[in-house]
């Protein structure tokens, strides 16, 4: 009868993971730093943040270089200050983008009230009282004018990409030269092309659907170009084996090819959204306006939630300024949320076993 052996579990060993006494030294390099700082601010003639950034970002890459030149010599030295760069500039990279979501976050909710989504500023000024009023009739404009936008420009610049990706035509050049030239379009330029060619051009007045069309010439190119390089991106032997079964081109194209991008061409089109929320500029010229709900898109004077930020910008009155950070604030929510939206709805579902 053999012996029985008790089974002892070997534990692999991980290297790479810093031990305890590595993680209290690098907490007391940082409190160190932290304390030098301060002191060379208590005793200078530096002070604010920026200066307090500035010297511990200094102090920090030259105490972990002397401290890694100390222990491990020149190699160690040099890969400490080649990570201390690397978080360095991932710091300076997240900064600024940390500071303005907690700027607006903070500033963007002090004009926001119970009916500040009901109510609209038809009876109200930006320098009333900030019980008062609201942003109905902005965030009703900007979501008619983005729908209407994206049901013009999705399926024209998927189409494009799909005709420089798929068919490859002799006009593939010119029409991909002409897409980045759009690419780099002013977006008042846009708003001034449709003025002057739709509105005064034809005695047309001001409308949601001259806005969208504005919003349009600017999406096009971003949906295009995005859709293009996500559909370079399926694999040839998928259209391959379409062909191989005997299904036409276009049909390989909608059932196989589309399918497999359909994540790409969602964000995409999330894509041209964001290029298109914020714009103010041709707007001024297309819409003309509103501080009261049209729901109207072929007719009237509209608002919307840039238009509402520029004209409290313009007011300049504190609560006016409130009403501007509280619009940007409802911008900045109504992006993240349909871009979440769309990276749910474009995940890969997962298949129960």
């Known amino acids: ?4 052996v008790d089974e002892i579990e070997v534990k692999p060993k991980q290297p790479w993971k810093p031990t305890q006494k590595e993680i209290n030294t690098n907490i007391g390099i940082f409190v160190l730093n932290i304390l030098l700082t301060l002191s060379l601010i208590q005793f200078t003639g530096f002070s604010g943040k920026l200066a307090f950034v500035v010297l511990f970002i200094l102090f920090s890459l030259s105490t972990n270089f002397l401290f890694s030149l100390s222990r491990g010599g020149s190699v160690v030295a040099k890969n400490s200050l ?16 940390i500071s303005i979501i907690a700027t607006v976050f903070k500033r963007g909710t002090e004009a926001m009230y119970i009916g500040f989504f009901t109510t609209d500023m038809s009876e109200d000024s930006f320098a009333s009282a900030l019980d008062v009023g609201g942003i ?11 729908t209407i936008a994206l049901l013009l420009s999705v399926p024209i610049g998927i189409l494009t990409a799909l005709y420089l990706t798929e068919l490859k035509g002799r006009g593939s050049t010119l029409i991909r ?23 005064t051009g034809s005695g047309r007045g001001f409308s949601a659907f001259m ?29 391959e084996a379409g062909l191989a079964l005997g299904a036409t081109q276009w049909r390989t194209v909608a059932m196989v090819v589309i399918p497999a991008a359909k994540s790409g061409l969602i964000t995409a089109a999330i894509l041209g959204v964001a290029r298109i929320a914020g714009e103010t500029a041709p707007l001024l010229f ?9 729901t109207n898109p072929i007719d009237g004077n ?15 009155s504190p609560n006016a300024i409130a009403r501007a950070w509280a619009g940007i604030f409802l911008l900045m929510i109504i992006v993240l949320s349909l871009f979440i939206l769309a990276r749910k709805i474009g995940s890969p579902k997962k298949v129960r076993s």
């Open 136 to 146: 109905k009739h902005a965030v009703v404009g900007s979501v008619i004018m983005v």
């Open 1 to 4: 009868m053999a012996p029985v």
């Open 177 to 199: 030269f002409l897409v980045q030239a759009m690419s780099g379009i002013p977006s008042i330029v846009a708003g001034l092309f449709i003025y002057s060619a739709l509105i």
């Open 82 to 97: 080649a990570t201390g760069f690397a978080f360095t500039g991932i710091a300076l990279l997240l900064m600024p983008v």
């Open 286 to 294: 297309t819409t003309g306006g509103a501080d009261a709900l049209n």
């Open 211 to 239: 806005g969208s069309l504005a919003l349009t010439i600017l999406m096009i190119p971003t949906v295009a170009r995005t859709s293009e390089e996500v559909l370079k991106l399926i694999p040839s032997d998928l259209r």
């Open 302 to 316: 509209i608002g919307s939630v840039p238009f509402y930020v520029w004209k409290a910008l313009i007011d300049g």
